[in-house]
């Protein structure tokens, strides 16, 4: 239909860069723009995941009476408009890939071309398919920069952070002294004056929405499809993550735009908790914990721009509580974080919330101090307790904390090859140390175990749906 709204699909806030191309050359028309935040990145899943999250989209745009929808994400691009099996669609649709492959193949001189993408838009290998298929001598040069793609995603565009990974991701390509550099994720033409001035003038920086925006113009006048007004358009913005959380980060790359967003009810799979850990091993214990939750659970480790945050709380729920907060508030999803610690009586409570840092080094360094400070002291008084506080934290404010506790006693010397930490020299009433215990046994018993269980209690008051 002539006056239905132009739709414009993005994995997250990175399509904004072709929405505005687009209103600026069709000013007259209605765009409709909607993004997966809750899926948020599509570069490192499996295409055929991206593929089915974006027949829902285009579902829900056909339902809305879009008369097209522009693909602004590569990625999807590649999962749905490219593939070798590609599937019909209720409404047509215009990806980005071929119009920057056009513009490559046609302002190179020397036939060397860099692509920056996603991981899942440079294994696809959609871009040096597409540039050959012009340019059959062309040489592409591939480089997948994920982490550019997460800060864009969250404002983070003119940090040193974000000048820093510029310089990193760039580097490789430039070594291949190319002549021009197609941005081939949508998120990146956030950061198009860094990468421009980084590049250097002798290099050409190919926007692929840019591109795209013409294409969609002569693909609606052909058809007789241009809305007859000259301006006057409206703008919709939907999405399936968190609205406050949109127009946090759209209005730091579109300043004036947008004015409101409506939540999109398209969540397909369970919804993500994000726990604030880097280390593998807590990360598997703790997702062993919410398996009875149904949460997809995700770690800091998948959002490399998520501050460290400093641990000097005087009690283990207000470090907890802190880490939690800082991850919500980074990731734009519910988080939870952990803090816990070792309590001996004949040390006066030590070493407490400092159990991890306590002594420098490792943490046979800790239990060999921990060791010497008890020697000679008899097992009545080797009493001991390990503590966990477990914090949930929603990027609406919302926080509660829970706490659990185990009580044992310090051996005198480890045992045991399971856990971290002070479990080794942690004695239970049964004579066995938490390390020689097997995960489903320590889960079932021990302290983080009790206070991620209370905690579980209380998830669906956070993670009902994606933040």
């Not at 590609?86 to 990806?95: D, E, H, I, R, Y």
């Not at 969250?154 to 940090?159: A, H, K, R, T």
């Not at 062993?288 to 770690?299: F, I, S």
């Not at 400092?354 to 239990?367: C, F, K, L, N």
């Amino acid at each position: 239909m002539a006056d239905g709204p132009i739709g414009v699909f993005d994995s997250g806030e990175g399509g904004l860069t072709v929405l505005r191309a687009l209103v600026d050359l069709l000013p007259g028309e209605d765009f409709l723009y909607a993004c997966d935040s809750a899926h948020f990145p599509y570069g490192p899943r499996p295409l055929g995941e991206v593929r089915g999250f974006f027949l829902r989209f285009a579902a829900w745009f056909a339902e809305a009476g879009a008369r097209l929808v522009v693909v602004a994400c590569n990625t999807a691009t590649a999962a749905v408009l490219l593939a070798p099996d590609a599937p019909s669609l209720p409404v047509p649709a215009v990806g980005v890939v071929e119009p920057g492959a056009r513009a490559a193949a046609r302002l190179t001189r020397t036939g060397r071309i860099g692509v920056v993408a996603t991981q899942a838009t440079v294994a696809s290998g959609v871009y040096p398919r597409a540039i050959r298929a012009l340019r059959p001598d062309a040489r592409v040069v591939q480089v997948p920069c994920p982490i550019l793609v997460t800060l864009a995603e969250n404002g983070e565009v003119d940090s040193p952070l974000a000048e820093h990974e510029i310089r990193r991701c760039l580097a490789p390509l430039l070594a291949e002294d190319i002549d021009t550099l197609v941005l081939g994720c949508t998120h990146l033409p956030h950061m198009e004056e860094r990468i421009a001035r980084q590049v250097g003038a002798g290099v050409t920086v190919v926007d692929p929405g840019r591109e795209a925006a013409w294409t969609v113009r002569e693909w609606l006048r052909t058809r007789g499809l241009l809305g007859p007004r000259r301006a006057g358009g409206t703008v919709r913005f939907a999405t399936t993550g968190s609205p406050d959380a949109f127009l946090k980060v759209a209005r730091r790359l579109w300043p004036g735009a947008p004015g409101e967003v409506e939540h999109l009810d398209l969540w397909e799979g369970p919804p993500e908790l994000v726990l604030a850990t880097r280390n593998p091993g807590k990360a598997k214990e703790l997702a062993a914990l919410l398996a009875p939750a149904g949460v997809r659970v995700r770690t800091l480790a998948e959002f490399p721009f998520a501050p460290e945050v400093e641990e000097d709380g005087a009690t283990f729920e207000e470090n907890a509580r802190k880490k939690a907060r800082a991850a919500a508030a980074a990731t734009g999803r519910p988080a939870m974080a952990d803090d816990s610690g070792l309590e001996v009586d004949a040390l006066g409570g030590e070493p407490g919330v400092r159990s991890a840092r306590w002594v420098p080094g490792t943490d046979a360094d800790r239990i060999a101090a921990l060791l010497r400070r008890l020697e000679g002291v008899p097992a009545p008084a080797r009493g001991a307790r390990f503590v966990c506080a477990a914090a949930l934290a929603h990027p609406d404010g919302r926080e509660a904390v829970f706490r659990g506790t185990l009580e044992g006693r310090i051996a005198t010397a480890p045992r045991g090859t399971g856990g971290f930490g002070y479990d080794p020299v942690f004695e239970l009433p049964d004579g066995r140390t938490v390390a020689e215990l097997d995960p489903e046994e320590k889960n079932a018993v021990s302290h983080r175990g009790r206070a991620i269980r209370l905690a579980v209690e209380a998830l669906p008051d956070f993670v009902g749906r994606p933040a």
